[in-house]
Every structure is written in C-alpha cells, then in structure tokens.
C-alpha cells in the first residue's frame, strides 16, 4: 500500500517569497491533516480536511497560510508571503476513519522549509 | 483539549525495558490515549492506543489506570533503533481531533 506522498522534501526562499506543498493521502483515507514541526518541537496542527470540507483550521495563520483540498482527494498547503518564523517541517497525515478516537494517523516524510 | 506533559528526556540501556509516563489529568469521557515513535527526518509512526487498562501489541503495552489521568507506555527489552522521540496525544470525539502533539519524549537507548 502506498504511503503519503509529500512534494517537495525540502525548499529553501527567502522571506517574502511564497511556496506551495503537496500531499497526495493513501487511497481511501477521508481525512487529511497539515502539521507545522518547527525544529525541537512536537509537530502543530494547521488544518485538518474531511473530504473537501474544512473541520478545523483554527491554528492555521490565514494572513499568509492557505490550504486547499480539492475533489476530497490531495492538498495543497501555501505560504505568502513567508516570513523566517516559518521555517520548519511541514508533514501531512491522513487517516481511514473519521476519527471516533480510533483513528491511526499515517505521515509523510515532509517538507522542510528553510526562509531566508 | 486534553493537555499532556511527559518526560522531556530518557536514558536506557540496550535490553532493559522503558516506561514513559503521560500525565493527562483533564482526559474526557470519549478521549483516547494514542502514542506515536518519531525518527529524525521522518513523520511520527502510530504505536499503540487504548482507552483503559491495558492494550497490547507486538511492539509495546499500553498501562492505562482506572482513572485514565496518566497512561504508561512500555517497551520492552529496548534495541539502539528505538532512539527516537515519542509522544502521547489525547482525543476523542468529544474535545476534537485538533491532535497537537507536545514536546514528547526523547529517548537515547545506548550499547
């Protein structure tokens, strides 16, 4: 079974510029999750999709962070512009269930960002 | 959200058993108690979840007390490729999924 898939692994601009993260989800798997993990820390959640719909965002810094989930399916996690504060890992998880408490997240390897 | 607080660091030797300790004395009714591995340039790994007493798997055991306020991860025998971070969330239906893991624990296993 495939796993996330994340693109790409690592970035490096500079402040000001933009930059957009992609993550394809494992087949099936209804919600989908964007973590910010800046380096030492345990990784926050930023947004979190069931199907197309948001169910939580509300971490999510929306002055400069979008995210979108067309069609249920891969995401698209974007900065603009990005300041150096937002340098760190940027992981995606989904899941099969729409969690009762039981639901396994399964991650990506990330992107890890680096501003300038 | 149920907050957690664990041991920032522990220390162990190849083959001797570990328990990491979480602390989660506001846990709701509905919330379980999951615990993720993190290796460095990696996403974290699902381990185990449970709700009460006690949960096995092939990689841990998961010691949960009558009263839920804390939870106890076990690995047994531990091997240098268990170094890694390990974190335990708590969630449920009832506080959210708005998973946010805290600082976890860092685990060194050395020869």
């Known amino acids: 079974e495939a796993g996330v898939a994340q693109s790409p692994r690592y970035k490096i601009i500079e402040k000001r510029q933009s930059v957009a993260f992609w993550c394809n989800p494992i087949s099936g798997h209804a919600t989908l999750y964007w973590y910010q993990q800046i380096l030492g820390q345990g990784p926050k959640l930023l947004i979190q999709?069931?199907?197309?719909?948001?169910?939580?965002d509300s971490q999510l810094p929306k002055d400069r962070f979008s995210a979108e989930r067309l069609k249920g399916v891969d995401s698209t996690l974007k900065i603009q512009p990005a300041k150096l504060e937002d340098s760190a890992v940027y992981l995606c998880?989904?899941?099969?269930?729409?969690?009762?408490?039981?639901?396994?997240?399964?991650f990506g390897e990330g992107s890890r960002l680096t501003v300038l | 959200l149920a907050k957690t607080t664990q041991p920032i660091s522990m220390d162990s030797y190849e083959g001797q058993e570990v328990n990491i300790t979480c602390s989660h004395n506001n846990i709701a009714t509905n919330d379980y108690i999951t615990w993720y591995q993190q290796f460095p340039s990696q996403g974290p790994r699902f381990i185990i979840q449970g709700y009460k007493t006690k949960v096995t798997n092939e990689v841990a055991s998961l010691f949960i007390p009558a009263d839920r306020k804390s939870s106890t991860l076990s690995l047994p025998r531990v091997s240098l490729s268990d170094t890694a971070v390990y974190y335990c969330l708590v969630g449920g239906s009832n506080s959210g999924y708005a998973l946010n893991f805290g600082k976890g624990t860092s685990l060194l296993v050395t020869p």
């Open positions: 999709f069931q199907n197309n719909g948001v169910v939580d």
């Open positions: 998880a989904s899941s099969l269930v729409f969690s009762k408490g039981t639901g396994e997240l399964f």
